[in-house]
């Protein structure tokens, strides 16, 4: 669900094609019938945007039907666990969660915690709130610290448990709820329900994979959450064949997650400080959990500071701790584009990406661009981001004109993955090191070239500064070993770096031995043990013939090579399997050890029954038959008592734009989303609103094999423009007759935004659906073009509003609402005038949306 | 002392197809095929058309209505098919090529020597498939050489490998038959009838497909000939009848010759 796998990963989606050759049954759940579901055993059509109805419906039918894995859901999620009194549900509330401060548009989440739990999780706590950051910029990401034990129903019968809630929870969410807010037949839901839970317990095991079409949505988050319920209540989590596989949309966005390019974590998941975390004393304080692995925050931080200022950092001087950044609410990809709209920010560098075309509401994005002072871009070819001032839709319609536009924009040729040595990190975390094949041509270097240098002749201009402000970039430790004529750093060092060493300068062979002294540097917790005896395990590539199914020698899968996460969860309570042909990770008692096909996700030596002393802490406080040791409680969460800015159970709400009302709850959409009302980003009416039928269709945004993402790595290439050769939209034989459009004409959609034209793909792969008893059309656009390269087209996400989900600010383009018309759009000035005349008749003011 | 290779060839499972276009690209790169033009065709996710000159696979896309397996209720089906040369067992493009640039293989394919070509296009029409094809602005005849100097290098053909799904499979030729004819038999267990091999016969017009098929519909549904005939097969009979026809001639002109004495 929320992915076309077959298109968007076709190399991955290798596996899944064997294991239907091996038998498994493969359900594609996805609005439009795509290559996945044509070689998927079923294809359930679904209306953009409702997935979490359609989830909740299966959770409701696992407890309803008592489908669930009752000893794994009982002795391993939180399903007992009691919740404080206070809290109220969304069943009580008409769509809200107790905690809501309506004038803020955010929520207290102090009645979501566990009772008994004497001090709430600190990072949720009101003070924090109070300075406005109420959202996930508290935490890396895995849990959340919890202090005192929670009190336990082990029965699961009592009326405030984590089981009985989830009961009330979804009991309305009902094959009939299902039909009406998703266009799914009863029937049909039916069938998915059984052949998952057929499929999972004991014996068998069922996995769900999904990408940007569950997370590109206002309640994105809050999606992924209902699949992570369902796979508890089934007992998917930690078991071969099971989980919850988020497919990335780039080589190493996993990578880039993990040593992130996101501004409000550290590597390994440690979140960035906020300023009000003066010392590291404070920051753990804050951050640290005092039970489970998070307990050695303290060994992460240090060594990260050591690796990054090296001799610099003391204890005298708290590691340089005072170096890093704090961050002080949102400052992610929106916030800072607005920003820069406003004038705040007036610098930019743009590597692997191409706003201008990949971002929601292009048109805002190249009017930011527009108000810098200057513009780095790294790419392989001239992409828009980089021509904005010269050829964009706003130089055309006039709204832009190159002579008024200061920014300086400096264009640098980048590198491919293939002129390069480096590191990709997959889904599954595994990193597989790739060697050069060829040198980059001409002026082309790598991106760790060009950090390198750059670093390296600021740091030579600031050289003799002595303001205390330059300390960070003078301290740092930046001594990586160059080759070659033009002087290409060693990706191998950085690596080792990112490994760490200890006190002797021996690399380390894995985090426990990470220190909260100083003695140890490591510049990325998760990936200690990459470079184990000094060699690169992401270069290891023993094949497949010579290793057993699960390939440990295959590359190298943080943390400590393992393939799978919590797989203690593989073995029942006692450490047993829970089937032969489930067997992946048990307790041996002659030995005394826990061992498998995989390395043990738990501490080797500790046996099944250990239970902790009450003062234990860190992992130590972890019982032996809790697979979930990252989290605070050892447990997985079925409700999520911390962590999540818009409830602790996830519930169906509208999209932002959305031509329905929301059956189950008079509150539509998610309360806490991020809305960015301004001139620039009109929204259109949503159902129930004035204006509404102005825009009376669903579109949605997607990718397709021949192309990739933005554009930049095949629009301007051939072979790969040459077979989708022109931007289009996707529509049914009978949206094509209402709206008079004809197969391989052209097309114009329009948003309160703007409108974009495409040529007309009439299919029957687009079906229309019955919703509440009306005819939803839906409108397919792929999003990789713009006014560069051989293919070139409008940019479907111009389409799109900034409208965010509040947890990780990511842009809801899965579902909106539009119009469409046959023929090509307007030019020039013509094409604002037709969307203003849009606006007008939606009701949406010219002086608030001129 | 040298051995003769065994005769290779590609089983396209489309069954299994993706319709990624790997291999489109993947035999592009490799053959440096030229690019084609940005057409966009209306045909479903199908911009390349055909196979030609300056393409030497070609995925075709079909969206159909269809009973589904079981329940019997109507859905959706996507076919999508790599189509590539034949390489037949009796191939005319190779029997009517004057130059020899044409030739079969050591293992048992069939090549154009662009060198060699002359242009001449007499394979063009002999192709019952209408495979082979000449290139605008330089005249020769192109198509696909099952990547003959990869084969030579001990490689497996450049859409081979890089099929994601195993979609198209190279080897023996015999290999892959009896593995088509076990795959055909799974499918068949499993309640897909539609499936069936094309080409794999070595009895039909073209004496066997040294690139043959798995399809799951009728081959005009993909825009293959059902029953495709070696267009040089009837030329020696031809040649019987031109003799005949021209004795009869002979003798029709002396009866009218004659007879029109009496």
Known sequence: MGSNMAECHPVGFQWVMEAKLRGAQVIHVDPRFTRTSAVADRHVPIRAGSDIAFLGGIVNYILEHGREFREYVERYTNAAHLIDESFRDTEDLDGLFSGWDPERRVYDRSSWQYEGVSEISAPMGAPRQSKGIATGERHGSHGAPLAGHPDT???????????????????????????????????????????????????????????????????????IRTACIIQLLLGNIGRPGGGILALRGHASIQGSTDIPTLYNLLPGYLPMPQPEDQTISDYLDYNAAPTGFWGHMDAYLISLLKAYWGDAATADNDYCYGHLPRVSGDHSTYQSILAMRDGTVKGFFVMGENPAVGSANGKLQRLALANLDWLVVRDLYEIETASFW??????????????????????????????????????????????????????CRSELWFMYHLGRLIRQKLARSTDERDR????????????????????????????????????????????????????????????????????????RVDLDWVAPEWGWAWPANRRMLYNRASAAPDGTPWSEATRYVWWDADRKRWTGHDVPD???????????????????????DDPFIMQA?????????????DGPLPAHYEPHESPFGNPLYSQRSNPARQMFPRPEDPYNPADGQPGADVFPYVVTTYRVTEHHTAGGMSRFLPYLSELQPEMFCEVSPELAAERNLTNGDWATIVSSRTAIEARVLVTERVAPLEIQGRRLQQVGLPYHWGTRGLSTGDAANDLFPLVLDPNVHIQEVKAATCDVRPGRRPRGPALTALVHEYRKRAGLSEEEHA | MTTTPPRVGFFTDTSVCIGCKACEVACKEWNDVPADGLNFLTSSYDHTGTLGADTWRHVAFIEQRVAAPGDGAEGLRWLMSSDVCKHCTHAACLDVCPTGALFRSEFGTVVVQADVCNGCGY???????????RREHDGRAWKCTMCYDRLRGGFEPACAQACPTQSIQFGP????????????????????????????????????????????????????????????????????????????????????????RR
């Open chain 1, 633 to 645: 409680d050892g447990v997985g969460w079925l409700f999520a008592p911390a962590g999540l800015a």
């Open chain 2, 173 to 260: 030729l015999d290999e892959l038959r009896s593995r088509a004819s076990a795959r055909v038999r799974t499918l068949h267990h499993r309640g897909v009838d539609d499936a069936r091999l094309y080409g794999a016969d070595e009895d039909d017009g073209v004496g066997g497909f040294g690139a043959f098929f798995l399809l799951l519909d009728e081959p005009e549904t993909y825009g293959l000939p059902p029953d495709p005939v070696v267009t040089t097969r009837d030329l020696p009979h031809l040649w019987r009848w031109a003799a005949a026809a021209a004795a009869t001639l002979t003798g029709a002109v002396a009866v009218a010759m004659f007879g029109g």
């Open chain 1, 153 to 223: 129903d082990p029965s699961l019968e009592h009326p405030r448990c984590v089981f009985q809630i989830l009961k009330r929870h979804y009991r309305r969410y009902t094959p009939e709820v299902v039909e009406q807010v998703c266009g799914v037949p009863r029937d049909e839901f039916l069938r998915v329900c059984e052949a998952l839970c057929d499929n999972s317990g004991p014996e068998r095991t069922s996995a769900f994979c999904y990408s940007v079409g569950w997370t590109q949505h206002t309640v994105g988050v809050q999606y």
């Open chain 1, 390 to 443: 010269y050829d964009s839709p706003e130089i055309d319609t006039g709204e832009l004109h190159t002579g008024d536009i200061g920014t300086e924009v400096f264009f640098m040729p980048a590198a491919a993955h293939t002129e390069k040595d480096g590191s990709f990190t997959n889904t599954q975390r595994l990193l597989q090191w790739h060697h050069k094949a060829v040198e980059p041509p001409d002026d």
């Open chain 1, 472 to 543: 960070p970039l003078l301290d740092l430790r930046w001594d990586y070993p160059t080759n070659g004529d033009t002087s290409e750093p060693d990706a191998e060092a950085v690596l080792r770096e990112v490994n760490g060493w200890d006190a002797a300068g021996a690399p380390l062979s894995g985090y426990t031995q990470t220190k909260p002294d100083g003695s140890t540097v490591c510049g990325c917790w998760i990936y200690c043990g990459v470079y184990a005896d000094g060699l690169n395990q992401a270069a290891r590539r023993s094949p």
């Open chain 2, 123 to 133: 394979c063009i029409p002999a192709c019952p498939f209408g495979v082979i094809d």
């Open chain 1, 602 to 624: 738990f501490e080797a030596g500790k046996p099944p029954d250990y239970e902790p002393a009450p003062d234990a802490e860190a992992e130590a406080a972890i019982r032996g």
